[in-house]
């Protein structure tokens, strides 16, 4: 009746191939392994309490953010990653799987350096009308961290919030339509995809500016509850209800701040 | 990239409501996708080789949704096919030959690493996708039963279509209600009865669905 055929048995290359999903997120494991090792050094810098802004300082405060960044943001960036590897490796280009898809994380992360360009001039104005309690450390005035809790609570509801993160958690759809060959191809779908997590975390991020910029519970919480916005089922009503917690917390600063 | 092409049928079933929440970027309906695919091809080629009047079958298992990956598949080939035939279309309907993520077949068999042996059976198939019953059969692997989806209010005979303008299996698919049952294959699917079913006609190539 049935026979079977054996034909399907996997070959040396295909073994390979196999081991390509492997690599790849070794790989990403390393940098941010790498990256958070670096972060809980304190990332290199001088911790006085009124540091001077030299372009050098300037400097080691981006690099720490995006060190910083690469720790929070990697695991997140891992089921997109496998399923491009998956897809990479079936496909015309399969014998450069592994450098395509390092290529893009890099995108992915690139993404990520221009928000760290950006938290570390914010960082810089904060301390320069000296509203922190000194480098890297929590915002002291509560009108301005009651107003950022609010900002955050608010971006939550937000339209833009929510596109953002549909695309985030639909790995599938976000490959099929932007998905295009070559190191260019790969480069680009990491920076869209670092731009639509940005959208959903840039504002989360800023929660570090009341938590305290190097402060490592504020720094694996957020990354912790990041990876589980974008992959647990259902997370659309813990969104919201995120959103209600940071918004009453952002009032009630606010308030006691004013009476 | 050998080119090829497939004009056909097929009939698919899975474990999922109505509709399959897949064609509307939905999560599967208990969070698993179990299917059952049956394929009669009019005309096509692999090459030089001609693949018309064969039939195949697929049936697929994901623990997630298709994208989370972690699935297996076993596909079953005509007994009629030669060994050409066979092997040409293996290749189709394990994304060979195909432009990333142009066909269904490129997807599920990215999204499945467990590749069970291919079954060589004779295969039977029947379709009339207008009044939405059909029925495909590999005997002692796996048998799939579509009828119309039944009114809820009088259980007459209710149709409904899926339009899939940039679809990468289908343009257009009747929508029904179908069963599968398994027997002696790798796989074996417990959930799929009295659920999603769709008809659609197929016309496919290394560079995806055509009119995409």
């Known amino acids: ?259 | 990239m050998k080119q090829w092409s497939i004009q056909g049928e097929e009939i698919a079933n899975c474990n999922c409501n109505f509709g399959c929440p897949c064609q509307f970027g939905v999560l599967p309906s208990d969070g698993t996708c179990e299917a059952a695919v049956f394929f009669r091809i009019d005309k096509g080629n692999y090459g030089d080789v001609q693949l018309g009047g064969l039939l195949a079958a697929g049936v697929y298992k994901w623990p997630g949704p298709i994208h989370e990956g972690a699935g297996e598949m076993q596909l079953i080939i005509d007994d009629k096919a030669s060994a050409e035939q066979r092997a040409a279309l293996e290749a189709i309907m394990t994304g060979k030959d195909t432009v990333e993520m142009a066909t269904m077949w490129f997807i599920f068999s990215a999204m499945c690493p467990t590749k069970h042996d291919t079954i060589v059976s004779p295969i039977s198939v029947e379709m009339n996708a207008e009044d939405r019953i059909g029925k495909g059969t590999v005997p002692g692997v796996v048998e799939v039963n579509a009828e119309p989806i039944p009114n809820i209010m009088s259980g007459a005979p209710h149709r409904v279509g899926i339009r899939l303008p940039n679809g990468f299996e289908f343009g257009f698919a009747e929508m029904a209600k179908g069963s599968t049952k398994t027997s002696g294959g790798a796989i074996e699917l417990l959930k799929n009865s009295g659920t999603h079913a769709h008809f659609a006609s197929l016309h496919l190539t290394g560079e995806g669905r055509v009119g995409a």
């Open chain 1, 1 to 259: 009746m049935t026979e079977v055929n054996q034909t399907q048995t996997l070959g040396p290359v295909e073994r390979l191939a196999r081991r390509d999903g492997v690599i790849v997120l070794l790989a990403a494991l390393l940098i941010a392994g790498l990256a958070a090792w670096y972060t809980l050094k304190g990332a290199g810098v001088p911790m006085s309490m009124n540091p001077v802004w030299t372009p050098g300082y300037a400097l080691l405060n981006l690099v720490m953010w995006w060190v910083m960044m690469i720790a929070m943001m990697t695991p997140s960036a891992a089921p997109m990653l496998l399923l491009y590897v998956a897809v990479k490796r079936m496909g015309p280009e399969g014998h450069r799987t592994v450098w395509l898809s390092l290529l893009f994380l890099g995108g992915y992360l690139l993404a990520w350096a221009g928000f760290s360009l950006i938290a570390t001039l914010l960082q810089w104005q904060i301390e320069r009308f000296d509203l922190s309690m000194g480098a890297m450390m929590p915002i002291t005035s509560p009108v301005l961290g009651g107003a950022v809790l609010v900002m955050v609570g608010v971006y939550q509801f937000t339209g833009v919030k929510e596109a953002c993160l549909t695309h985030c958690r639909s790995p599938g759809a976000f490959l099929a339509d932007h998905n295009r060959p070559g190191a260019a191809g790969a480069l680009r779908l990491g920076l869209l995809h670092g731009g639509y997590c940005l959208g959903c975390c840039w504002a989360l991020m800023a929660l570090l500016f009341v938590g305290g910029i190097m402060n490592l519970y504020w720094i694996a919480g957020l990354a912790l509850y990041v990876l589980a916005e974008k992959t647990l089922p259902k997370m659309h009503k813990f969104s919201s209800a995120t959103g209600s917690l940071l918004l009453a917390g952002g009032a009630f600063l606010l308030i006691s701040a004013l009476i």
